[in-house]
């Protein structure tokens, strides 16, 4: 048999394996098959690549290029997937579980890409807040504002997910602007390779954004400096060996983890068998059990269940598990694979042995399990295996010990309170979910759970169409939790990006403020409109181009006309006594519905022009009410502009409606989007 060598990419080159390299063995049969690292790894060269090559490429670029590169990147891995799929079966993992980290990880880079387009600038600043008045004036104000990190992001990853987890990280990297160093952990490292294979090869990213390590790490570690950030996945053990690194925390390099999870499932008090949530709930737990073969961070080690349901519950999960069917991944009547390697089930029998000081097993033997496909005893394969905790209270390893594979335990709860003080022995988890009805129970649990989770999962009859199940960190929202399970955070959507970004205090004039952060901010200087700014194209707008209408009166019969048009005759409008009796009013007020329609009135350029569409408006306040025979006038200001395409781009107008003292009676921002 040959022995695949899977290489390293660093400083441009791809370098074989050499001294040092590790075996890498199948899932399936146990057979060395591959080979990867290379002690001569130059791990200096590849830090200066990515600090002088891909960090000033990628920082050259602006969040909408670097969101247009996800979505590329995206696309060709899903043009390509076919073969990551083939050889990932090597890894144990089946058809759907690559549909979890191949297709989970593309569907990571897609949205990202979206929300780099819609939530982040066209521009290179992220401006994180809103202004804050630092002066009586407006003179002096404050702004935070966020800018990528001019290091390398060195992303440690588990075994587990040799996709998705390395783009699920690369994903916000790029999007900040700081190239990465990919190393994966060995026994799926070939599956990386691959991907990242087809991504340097798809030309879309600059030379010097990524770079991959497969084996060791050398001393890479040694040389990172406070603009580095280590993401890492995968033990307690490793992060907590990596994180006490002198040299990491001498320099503060930032060093976000995901490590080990005792992840619980907790059945509502009020989801009794024949209910719709009971099922629900041996649903979800068997799949959690079994995707993966148990192997993801996120899978149900702990089953909360009411005491008089622990039987039932037992019963139906112990029929569900007896469905799935332990094979050879790559037959299509195979439910669950094998673990990643032999290491792993003896690591998996180790931690079983231990819950077993706790807890009986109840379903599932390792000694005698059918295998369709494959030889048992060659492969990494077990079986799923149930425990039943009588005494949870006073147990130990049921909510300490991580078997990371198919092994989860049944504990019962007297009441509510005793489910959540359960759910949070686990010492910070990654999720906890709870199959309720009841919003109460859900209230209770996310006020006496949530600080030791980093999410909780509802589920019920209402969203279980729809839901994404237990086990699934989605790109929107944080993965990550307090405690056992690392202490950091990932995702998030662009709370992800940041942790690849310095965010920074900036104070000064509003002028200074902005041309730092290329948004207007009220009081900064105004660009005497040319032509009517409705008149002008996108890309000749520029920040704080503004115009001032007349004014026009408001006249009592503008707000008698109003109200019976509109049919909003709300007193304040039409009947004086009643609304000289509000504090809020001098007497009868003109609507402020009719305020912003003058206002469009005295702004708008009537004729056919690059306005395309009015798309919204933020932000509105009224202060000041207006009364018959007042006068109202605008300004009209070109606050900040947000590229979508080659055809149009989107404008927001910061519009101020005064009075005839020039108090100002309202304010907002109004949205369009203007032909390019
Ligand atoms: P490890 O902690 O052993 O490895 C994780 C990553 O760290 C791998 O890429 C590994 O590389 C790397 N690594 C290990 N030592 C060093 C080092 N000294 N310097 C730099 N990098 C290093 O976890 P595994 O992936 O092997 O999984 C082992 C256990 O971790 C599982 O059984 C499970 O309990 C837990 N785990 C928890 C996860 C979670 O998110 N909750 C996810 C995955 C695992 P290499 O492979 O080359 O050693």
Same mark, same amino acid.
């Given at each position: 048999?040959?022995?695949?060598? !899977?290489?390293?990419?660093?400083?441009?080159?791809? !370098?074989?394996? =050499?001294?040092?390299?590790?075996?890498?063995?199948?899932?399936?049969?146990?057979?060395?098959?591959?080979?990867?690292?290379?002690?001569?790894?130059?791990?200096?060269?590849?830090?200066?690549?990515?600090?002088? +090559?891909g960090?000033?490429a990628l920082?050259?670029?602006?969040?909408?290029?670097r969101? &247009?590169m996800?979505?590329a990147l995206?696309?060709?891995?899903?043009?390509?997937?076919?073969?990551?799929?083939?050889?990932?079966?090597?890894?144990?993992?089946?058809?759907?579980?690559?549909?979890?980290?191949?297709?989970?990880?593309?569907?990571?880079?897609?949205?990202?890409?979206?929300?780099?387009?819609? %939530?982040?600038?066209?521009?290179?600043?992220?401006?994180?807040?809103?202004?804050?008045?630092?002066?009586?004036?407006?003179?002096?104000?404050?702004?935070?504002?966020?800018?990528?990190?001019?290091?390398?992001?060195?992303?440690?990853?588990?075994?587990?997910?040799?996709?998705?987890?390395?783009?699920?990280?690369l994903?916000?990297?790029i999007?900040?602007?700081?190239p990465a160093?990919?190393?994966?952990?060995?026994?799926?490292?070939?599956?990386?390779?691959?991907?990242?294979?087809?991504m340097l090869?798809s030309g879309i990213l600059p030379d010097g954004a990524l770079?991959?390590?497969?084996?060791?790490?050398?001393?890479?570690?040694?040389?990172?400096?406070?603009?580095?950030?280590?993401?890492?996945?995968?033990?307690?053990?490793?992060?907590?060996?990596?994180?006490?690194?002198?040299? !990491?925390?001498?320099?503060?390099?930032?060093?976000?983890?995901?490590?080990?999870?005792?992840?619980?499932?907790?059945?509502?008090?009020?989801? $009794?068998?024949?209910?719709?949530?009971?099922?629900?709930?041996?649903? /979800?737990?068997?799949?959690?059990?079994?995707? @993966?073969?148990?192997? @993801?961070?996120?899978?149900?080690?702990?089953?909360?269940?009411? #005491?008089?349901?622990?039987?039932? +519950?037992? %019963?139906?999960?112990?029929?569900?598990?007896?469905?799935?069917?332990?094979?050879?991944?790559?037959? /299509?009547?195979?439910?669950?694979?094998?673990?990643?390697?032999?290491?792993?089930?003896?690591?998996?029998?180790?931690?079983?042995?231990?819950?077993?000081?706790?807890?009986? &097993?109840?379903?599932?033997?390792?000694?005698?399990?059918?295998?369709? =496909?494959?030889?048992?005893?060659?492969?990494?394969?077990?079986?799923?295996?149930?425990?039943?905790?009588?005494?949870?209270?006073?147990?130990?390893?049921?909510?300490?010990?991580? $078997?990371?594979?198919?092994?989860? *335990?049944?504990?019962?709860?007297?009441?509510?309170?005793?489910?959540?003080?359960?759910?949070?022995?686990?010492?910070?988890?990654?999720? $906890?979910?709870?199959?309720?009805?009841?919003?109460?129970?859900?209230?209770?649990?996310?006020?006496?759970?949530?600080?030791?989770?980093? &999410?909780?999962?509802?589920?019920?009859?209402?969203?279980?169409? /729809?839901?994404?199940?237990?086990?699934?960190?989605?790109?929107?929202?944080?993965?990550?939790?307090?405690?056992?399970?690392?202490?950091?955070?990932?995702?998030?959507?662009?709370?992800?990006?940041?942790?690849?970004?310095?965010?920074?205090?900036?104070?000064?004039?509003?002028?200074?403020?902005?041309?730092?952060?290329?948004?207007? +901010?009220?009081?900064?200087?105004?660009?005497?409109?040319?032509?009517?700014?409705?008149?002008?194209?996108?890309?000749?707008?520029?920040?704080? %181009?503004? !115009?001032?209408?007349?004014?026009?009166?408001?006249?009592?019969?503008?707000? #008698?006309?109003?109200? /019976?048009?509109?049919?909003?005759?709300?007193? $304040?409008? *039409?009947?004086?006594?009643?609304?000289?009796?509000?504090?809020?009013?001098?007497?009868?007020?003109?609507?402020?519905?009719?305020?912003?329609?003058?206002?469009?009135?005295?702004?708008?350029?009537?004729? #056919?022009?690059?306005?395309?569409?009015?798309?919204?408006?933020?932000?509105?306040?009224?202060?000041?009410?207006?009364?018959?025979?007042?006068?109202?006038?605008?300004?009209?200001?070109?606050?900040?502009?947000?590229?979508?395409?080659?055809?149009?781009?989107?404008?927001?107008?910061?519009?101020?409606?005064?009075?005839?003292?020039?108090?100002?009676?309202?304010?907002?921002?109004?949205?369009?989007?203007?032909?390019?």
């Amino acid at each position: 048999m040959t022995i695949e060598q !899977i290489s390293s990419f660093a400083a441009g080159q791809w !370098i074989a394996p =050499g001294s040092g390299a590790r075996t890498i063995h199948s899932a399936i049969t146990g057979a060395p098959f591959a080979s990867a690292g290379n002690d001569a790894l130059d791990v200096q060269a590849m830090l200066d690549h990515a600090r002088n +090559v891909g960090g000033p490429a990628l920082r050259a670029l602006g969040f909408h290029d670097r969101a &247009r590169m996800l979505k590329a990147l995206a696309a060709h891995l899903g043009a390509h997937k076919q073969a990551l799929y083939d050889l990932s079966f090597n890894t144990g993992a089946t058809q759907s579980d690559h549909l979890i980290d191949i297709d989970g990880g593309i569907g990571t880079l897609f949205v990202f890409a979206s929300k780099g387009r819609r %939530e982040m600038p066209d521009g290179q600043v992220y401006v994180d807040g809103d202004v804050e008045q630092l002066s009586r004036n407006g003179t002096f104000l404050g702004q935070h504002i966020c800018t990528p990190l001019h290091g390398v992001a060195v992303h440690i990853n588990a075994f587990n997910f040799p996709v998705w987890g390395m783009l699920e990280k690369l994903a916000p990297t790029i999007l900040a602007g700081v190239p990465a160093i990919v190393k994966p952990a060995t026994n799926s490292c070939y599956v990386t390779e691959l991907a990242v294979k087809l991504m340097l090869d798809s030309g879309i990213l600059p030379d010097g954004a990524l770079q991959l390590v497969t084996g060791g790490l050398g001393d890479m570690l040694d040389r990172l400096t406070c603009q580095d950030v280590v993401s890492f996945t995968g033990s307690a053990d490793t992060a907590l060996k990596l994180r006490q690194n002198p040299h !990491i925390l001498e320099n503060s390099v930032r060093f976000v983890a995901e490590q080990d999870s005792l992840n619980a499932s907790i059945l509502g008090p009020d989801a $009794a068998p024949g209910t719709p949530e009971f099922d629900l709930f041996v649903k /979800e737990v068997q799949r959690e059990m079994t995707a @993966k073969a148990g192997q @993801k961070c996120t899978a149900i080690r702990r089953i909360i269940a009411p #005491e008089n349901t622990v039987p039932a +519950v037992i %019963e139906a999960l112990s029929a569900r598990l007896a469905k799935t069917t332990i094979g050879d991944p790559r037959l /299509e009547s195979t439910r669950m694979g094998a673990l990643v390697s032999l290491d792993q089930k003896q690591d998996v029998l180790a931690k079983a042995a231990l819950i077993a000081e706790d807890a009986e &097993r109840v379903y599932g033997d390792p000694e005698n399990f059918a295998v369709e =496909g494959a030889d048992a005893e060659a492969g990494a394969f077990l079986p799923p295996m149930l425990f039943h905790c009588a005494d949870p209270d006073n147990a130990r390893h049921v909510h300490n010990t991580e $078997a990371f594979g198919p092994v989860s *335990t049944v504990m019962g709860y007297r009441d509510l309170d005793h489910a959540i003080a359960l759910a949070n022995r686990g010492e910070g988890s990654l999720v $906890a979910s709870v199959i309720t009805h009841d919003p109460t129970v859900a209230r209770e649990v996310a006020l006496g759970a949530g600080a030791f989770h980093g &999410r909780l999962y509802f589920n019920n009859r209402d969203s279980m169409k /729809e839901s994404t199940g237990h086990g699934s960190p989605l790109p929107h929202m944080v993965h990550g939790g307090p405690g056992r399970a690392g202490g950091g955070e990932e995702m998030g959507g662009v709370r992800g990006v940041m942790h690849y970004m310095q965010r920074t205090a900036i104070q000064g004039s509003p002028d200074i403020l902005s041309a730092i952060a290329d948004v207007w +901010v009220p009081e900064a200087q105004e660009i005497k409109a040319e032509a009517h700014p409705f008149t002008r194209r996108f890309h000749d707008l520029s920040i704080g %181009e503004t !115009i001032h209408t007349d004014p026009r009166t408001v006249s009592l019969e503008d707000i #008698e006309h109003f109200a /019976e048009f509109t049919g909003d005759t709300f007193y $304040a409008h *039409t009947d004086e006594d009643a609304a000289k009796r509000n504090p809020f009013f001098p007497g009868r007020v003109a609507h402020g519905y009719l305020l912003l329609s003058f206002a469009a009135g005295l702004f708008v350029e009537p004729n #056919e022009g690059p306005v395309l569409a009015n798309t919204g408006l933020d932000n509105l306040r009224f202060m000041k009410p207006v009364s018959a025979g007042d006068a109202i006038k605008v300004r009209l200001t070109v606050k900040k502009k947000t590229r979508r395409n080659d055809e149009y781009g989107e404008v927001r107008w910061h519009v101020t409606l005064t009075d005839q003292d020039d108090e100002k009676v309202a304010e907002y921002e109004l949205l369009t989007m203007n032909a390019y």
